[in-house]
């Protein structure tokens, strides 16, 4: 393996871990969601899939000219980068899914919300209009 595909190796080998720590954090949100646990945890973990994408962005960069020669000389004698990039891709795709689960977790969350604080308003309403007939 040349030193291009070895550069290459290390980087998507780095944003491979990263993006499965993204997809595991991903699914610890769902995981909350559904254990009807506190957004503000969703939150946290939120903050931290940031950290793990600007890490994978800062990579990125890092390697974009190595990146660009490899795709004009694909030289990967071994498969090994396509593999690589396949296997991210699968992270990617899957973390998409659990943020989709997430999404409609949280907008569910949102409405049930709103509806309880309609109903508050609603019963402070009644317990006033009671008061105020037992006053007159």
Known sequence: MNSLSE????AY??????????LELAREQCRVMTDDQAV?????????????????????EAIEPAKDLWQRERQDPQGE???????????????SSHQEELR????????QREQKAQETRADIQASKARLAYRAG
């Open 40 to 60: 503000s945890v969703v939150m946290q973990l939120s903050a931290r899939v940031e950290e793990l994408l600007d890490e994978i962005a800062t990579i990125e």
């Open 104 to 111: 409609l977790a949280l907008i569910a969350y949102m409405r």
């Open 7 to 10: 550069q290459l190796v290390h």
């Open 81 to 95: 980068l396509d593999a690589l990039l396949h296997e991210i891709q699968a992270a990617i795709e899957q973390t």
């Open 13 to 22: 080998r780095r944003q491979k871990d990263l993006y499965l720590q993204v």
